[in-house]
């Protein structure tokens, strides 16, 4: 099980369907489980947001905070110090003051960017995945496959 501590506003203000939206925290969460940016069902996560926009809550296994009258950084930086499990912990944030305090806390940072395409990256094969053969293999193979083809048509 994975454990996201994302920096709300640093990756909504990359999506920008998002970022200019009157309620952009229910479209987060939304958007997170939609396009499954956490993985699988048992990882979690916890959104921090600035400021005091709403009362925090749990959806299924997305928790929403809000900073009231501290910086997201701060939250996120006492959740990190908090955290038992620091080697599956995964903090979402382009700031640079968050990401080098919970590298040298021992947990985990992904990028903004590099979040939001998570996903989408594993559903698709990676050139090393694609093997390449030569014309007279593939003609090779359409052959067999033809011959077990014609075959099972004429039973």
Same mark, same amino acid.
């Given at each position: ?24 925290? *229910? ?15 048992? @990882? ?10 709403? =009362?925090?809550? *749990?959806?299924?296994?997305?928790? =929403? *905070?809000?900073?009231? @009258? ?11 110090? =908090? ?7 995964? =903090? ?33 094969p990676s050139d090393d995945n694609i093997k390449n053969i030569s014309y007279t293999e593939q003609a090779q193979i359409t052959k067999e496959l033809m ?9």
């Amino acid at each position: 099980m994975l454990r996201y501590i994302i920096d709300a506003y640093n990756v909504i203000h990359k999506i920008p369907a998002i970022r200019d939206s009157n309620g952009p925290v *229910k479209l987060f969460v939304e958007h997170i489980r939609r396009n499954k940016l956490i993985g699988s069902n048992n @990882n979690e996560a916890i959104i921090v947001f600035d400021g005091y926009t709403g =009362v925090p809550f *749990k959806n299924g296994n997305i928790t =929403v *905070k809000f900073s009231c @009258n501290r910086q997201a950084d701060d939250v996120i930086r006492d959740i990190v110090t =908090v955290t038992k499990n620091k080697k599956t912990s995964v =903090v979402v944030t382009d700031d640079r003051a968050v990401r080098d305090f919970s590298k040298a806390s021992g947990v985990n940072i992904m990028g903004t960017a590099e979040f939001l395409k998570a996903r989408s990256a594993k559903n698709r094969p990676s050139d090393d995945n694609i093997k390449n053969i030569s014309y007279t293999e593939q003609a090779q193979i359409t052959k067999e496959l033809m011959d077990i083809w014609d075959k099972t048509d004429e039973e």
